[in-house]
């Protein structure tokens, strides 16, 4: 049933189209993204619509109603007109980058509101039809978007495939590219014409405002997910194609209407919401990504400080039972009066080392460390013992105060470091309070 | 291709008349002639307004006959009207809702056509109101009585001769409209279904495709869908289109119906949608008035027009 | 004895930024097979020799020649290795596949990456001891690490020129030692390196020729020659930025352009 539904004509075209769109869209945004020229893409999108609106009346004055040719060429005139514009205002007549790309965008989308509405009382069709370009129409696309977008997306796959290392070459250092002339005018005009057309047909089903989101979140989410660029070319189509195959999807499932008259209870249009719905995937790989997200890096953190707490418990529970007395096993209680810390924390910790089989728990409640307990906490006593005596003797710090900073640095000192301080130290066998420092091990 | 030259032409010549004849028609209304200025939003309004009115008064229309209502925005000159004019009337039920429209007409007292609609007589899609009553020509018939009182006001002494014209008018409405549903009531019970581009034709379809019955019961709302809502400027949904194709399956709609000003694309989407179950639909080849005129078209030429179109295809 | 062709031969350059001269009436010719240096003080014209010899920049004026040869006929032959800054370090890539675009233009557009190029990244990775770390982001290398994989790339590349922009600023001692050592090794193979720098004491250890200028070519030869407190002062000194003064000035009234005052 659903899947009737999906290929259904009326449901079949707008989802096509959007889901191959959404793919161009990403793979043409890369491009974009990583020329740090995001806002162009907003600009050039801002800039097609004039040349659409002059597009259009000369296609209806031709009779050519449905023709997308005038209206390519017409946006295309427009967009090079404004890319022109951007570049000689930047370059010959100094004005700032962002100043620049602001006054082509604005200039450009009011002449073309200018333009429809000096057309909105001679022709109200067209002027209907292109006010729907503003915000887009996805759901009265038919198969011939999905043909066209099916071609332009082969046409781009090929350019991508075919010039990669130039492309890549000139997006990372253009100097290299233009000296060694990997990178030349013809390729970059090819890319620039592309990249019109892209936002043309993408225009259709977005909107010349909503257009750029899709230009640009795929490009930018996928970069928050991984480093190597084909991988990320790979996520930004996906994102792109799926924000866009979600976007119509739920746009209609989830639409509904009350009553028989069609009366709506919930409104979904589509181009908004392919826009939220990159905007949502954004934000999960902002929150959830595994280099950097932020919820990542929140989970990292309280490892860590959960780490630092098990190391300080057993580090007390070392020298207690290896160090000084002979006993084997701590009661809980001396725990307590060494490591003051709520119960139900030192609770949850002897539960965690235990189940790392680092202590075990007698059943009176004292706590003895196993064979891997007492190897983890002499390093530790180790690490914290050796740095005090460097704090010591090179930064030359007096010995009452170099504890605190062992405290924090016995977590983090890695073996590399342990190596290097050895050989420094000359294999110290006292640290600077006369206590000894436990010998080196090879791993347990 | 051919047909595509005609279209065109049509819009040209309709453009360039209306752009026309709006600039003449507005500098003869402001001459100081001594007679009353009224001002009127809608074309159908003016003509009502126009046909009671008489030698006394100028009349002239704000929206362009060929222009959408829905969507007008106050242009250069608007103000000047309707600081001109004496008495404003409007079409009302929210149809003149844009910002700055509605602000002027309360600002000057604009008179609805529709207040003395009782509340059953009104059709409401859950909270918004449909506008569309020029379509049903009984209901629009009743602003007779209102206008007739507010050109009684101006012109106290005419009042009867205002009085009598209203009558006139209201009884060749009431006629044309025992006419056009004769004609309609004659097509087949289960052929009399129609499907448009826009939710224009509730009152229409409610007054001249539903058996008596239904009106009461309020089965009549299954004799009209279209997949755009009651203003042309909202968006559509696939859901919507998907839910008219199930409507024309269900009810085996032969002929669909374009309308003018409109994008056809919505209705082209239809044909596929029913042609992919099985079911052939086809676009009428004239296409309906509903919220505009074309050069030369009057009201009563729209609801004839649409009525013989109508009757010709779901025959 | 074997005639050594010029590594570049310059005739006349002159570059004018706006309306003001950067270079003036360069003209240089240095044989192939040294280590030179292109000193001068800040702005003074360095950064813009190289891109006007490369092509990057037009000049007014003057030829340019590279082993004997236009810059057109030449392109695979030389390395440019531009400033750490003109580079965005965050863009995705490996160290690796850093160093492989220096074989890009051997490759061409359909040919894919085989042995060879393998044979040669890893040799250059070797070379600047950058092994290790050959699956790192670029992102997060240190300033000497990118220099580094930046003088991998050439390397990798096997040209004859190299043209490198102040590759030993802001970077570790170590890298700068690494970087020295594979620089002289390249001059032990006849390779000819052009190297912008910033730092008068450390040139004269490092290069055997050196050219100085400031927006006019004050000297250029071996580096013993060269260094003599008259010609550096030449170098450094104010005297000639007086021209340059005037210049801008009256460029700037016959445009219309706002003057500063300034106190010679």
Request: aromatic residues 8%; glycine residues 8%.
């Amino acid at each position: 049933m659903f899947i009737a539904e999906i290929f259904d004509p009326v449901l079949r075209g707008p989802l096509f189209a959007c889901t191959l769109m959404g793919i161009l869209s990403a793979i043409i945004g890369l491009l974009v993204v990583f020329q740090a020229q995001s806002l162009k893409g907003e600009v050039l999108s801002h800039a097609c619509y004039p040349g659409m609106v002059v597009g259009s009346i000369v296609a209806s004055l031709l009779g050519q109603d449905h023709s997308m040719f005038f209206v390519c060429i017409g946006a295309l005139a427009t967009a090079y007109i404004g890319a022109l514009g951007i570049d000689v205002l930047v370059h010959r007549w100094r004005v700032s980058s962002d100043s620049a790309l602001s006054f082509v965008l604005s200039f450009s989308f009011s002449l073309g509101l200018l333009l429809i509405s000096a057309i909105q009382r001679s022709y109200p069709t067209l002027w209907r039809r292109l006010q729907a370009l503003l915000v887009g129409q996805a759901a009265t696309m038919g198969d011939r978007y999905v043909v066209i977008s099916f071609v332009l997306l082969c046409i781009v796959l090929l350019v991508a495939v075919v010039f990669r290392r130039q492309i890549i070459a000139d997006l990372f250092d253009k100097n290299f590219s233009q000296v060694q002339r990997l990178s030349t005018p013809f390729l970059k005009g090819v890319c620039m014409v592309l990249l019109v057309i892209t936002i043309i047909v993408s225009i259709r089903s977005m909107g010349v405002v909503l257009m750029s989101s899709m230009l640009l979140f795929p490009a930018v989410t996928a970069r928050l997910l991984t480093d190597n660029f084909k991988t990320l070319s790979g996520i930004a189509a996906t994102i792109g194609g799926g924000g866009g195959a979600i976007g119509v999807l739920f746009s209609h499932f989830v639409t509904f209407s009350s009553g028989e008259m069609g009366g709506r209870a919930l409104w979904l249009p589509t181009g908004p919401i392919i826009c939220l719905t990159f905007s949502l995937l954004f934000a999960i790989a902002l929150l959830l990504s595994p280099k950097e997200g932020l919820i990542t890096r929140i989970v990292r953190r309280i490892r860590f400080v959960r780490r630092c707490f098990h190391e300080n418990l057993l580090k007390i529970l070392w020298k207690e039972c290896a160090e000084f007395g002979k006993v084997t096993a701590v009661s809980q209680d001396r725990v307590m009066e060494l490591f003051p810390v709520p119960s139900f924390r030192l609770r949850r910790a002897i539960r965690f080392l235990t189940r790392r089989e680092i202590l075990v728990v007698h059943h009176d409640g004292r706590l003895e460390l196993t064979a891997l307990g007492l190897f983890k906490g002499r390093r530790l006593v180790r690490l914290h013992r050796l740095w005090e005596l460097y704090l010591v003797e090179y930064c030359h710090m007096p010995k009452e105060r170099v504890h605190p900073s062992a405290e924090e640095m016995e977590h983090i000192l890695t073996p590399h470091i342990e190596r290097t301080l050895t050989e420094l130290l000359h294999n110290p066998r006292m640290d600077p309070h006369d206590k000894p420092i436990p010998m080196a091990e090879e791993d347990f | 291709m051919r047909r595509g030259w005609i279209y065109f032409v049509i819009l040209f010549l309709c453009s360039v008349g209306c752009q026309e004849a709006g600039r003449k028609q507005f500098n003869s209304w402001l001459d100081e002639n001594g007679n009353v200025k009224i001002l009127c939003t809608t074309v159908f309004v003016g003509e009502l307004v126009q046909a009671i009115a008489g030698e006394d008064f100028d009349v002239i229309v704000l929206i362009p006959p060929c222009s959408d209502p829905h969507s007008y925005q106050l242009v250069k000159g608007d103000d000047e009207k309707f600081r001109r004019a004496d008495c404003v009337f409007s079409s009302g039920l929210g149809l003149e809702h844009r910002g700055a429209l509605a602000r002027y007409l309360s600002l000057h007292n604009a008179v609805s056509i529709t207040t003395q609609l009782e509340k059953e007589e009104i059709i409401t899609d859950g909270t918004t109101v449909d506008p569309h009553v020029w379509l049903d020509l009984s209901l629009w018939a009743k602003g007779v009585d209102c206008v007739v009182d507010v050109l009684a006001q101006k012109r106290e002494r005419d009042r009867a001769v205002y009085k009598e014209r209203g009558e006139r008018v209201r009884r060749s409405l009431l006629r044309l409209h025992k006419k056009i549903r004769s004609l309609l009531q004659a097509i087949p019970d289960d052929r009399r279904f129609l499907v448009t581009t826009h939710n224009a034709f509730q009152y229409f379809s409610r007054a001249y495709l539903a058996r008596d019955e239904e009106w009461l019961s309020g089965e009549w709302k299954k004799r009209c869908r279209a997949p755009e809502g009651l203003s042309p400027e909202s968006q559509i949904n696939t859901r919507d289109l998907y839910a008219v194709v199930e409507y024309i399956l269900e009810h085996g709609v032969s002929t669909i119906f374009a309308e003018h000003g409109m994008n056809r694309d919505s209705i082209e989407r239809l044909v596929d949608g029913a042609r992919s179950k099985g079911h052939e639909v086809s676009i009428a080849k004239e296409m309906l008035y509903s919220d505009s005129l074309g050069t030369g078209v009057t009201h009563i030429d729209m609801l004839e027009h649409n009525a013989r179109i109508i009757a010709e295809a779901l025959a | 004895m074997t005639k050594k062709r010029s590594a570049l031969d310059v005739r006349g350059l002159t570059v004018h930024y706006g309306s003001s001269p950067v270079l003036w009436d360069l003209s240089v010719a240095v044989p192939e097979g040294h280590l030179v240096g292109l000193i001068g003080p800040n702005g003074a014209g360095k950064t813009t020799f190289i891109k006007a010899v490369l092509g990057l920049i037009q000049g007014v004026a003057g030829t340019v020649q590279l082993l004997g040869s236009r810059l057109e006929n030449m392109r695979k032959r030389i390395a440019y290795v531009p400033q750490k800054e003109t580079v965005d370090w965050t863009f995705p890539m490996r160290v690796r596949d850093l160093v492989e675009m220096g074989c890009y233009p051997n490759l061409g557009l359909f040919r894919l990456a085989g042995k060879k190029t393998k044979r040669a990244v890893d040799r250059a990775l070797d070379l600047l001891d950058l092994s290790s770390i050959e699956n790192e982001q670029i992102g997060h290398l240190s300033g000497g690490q990118q220099q580094r994989a930046f003088l991998a790339r050439a390397v990798a590349q096997d040209a004859d020129l190299y043209f490198l922009d102040e590759p030993f600023a802001g970077i570790d001692q170590v890298s700068e030692q690494i970087l020295l050592e594979v620089l002289r090794e390249m001059r032990e193979k006849n390779k000819s390196i052009f190297i912008v720098h910033h730092d008068l004491i450390s040139a004269r250890e490092y290069f055997d020729w050196a050219i100085l200028l400031n927006t006019r070519l004050i000297a250029f030869g071996q580096i013993d020659q060269v260094f003599t407190s008259d010609v550096l002062r030449q170098t450094y000194g104010h005297k000639l930025s007086l021209i340059e003064d005037l210049l801008k000035i009256s460029s700037d009234y016959s445009k219309g352009r706002h003057v500063h005052s300034r106190d010679f």
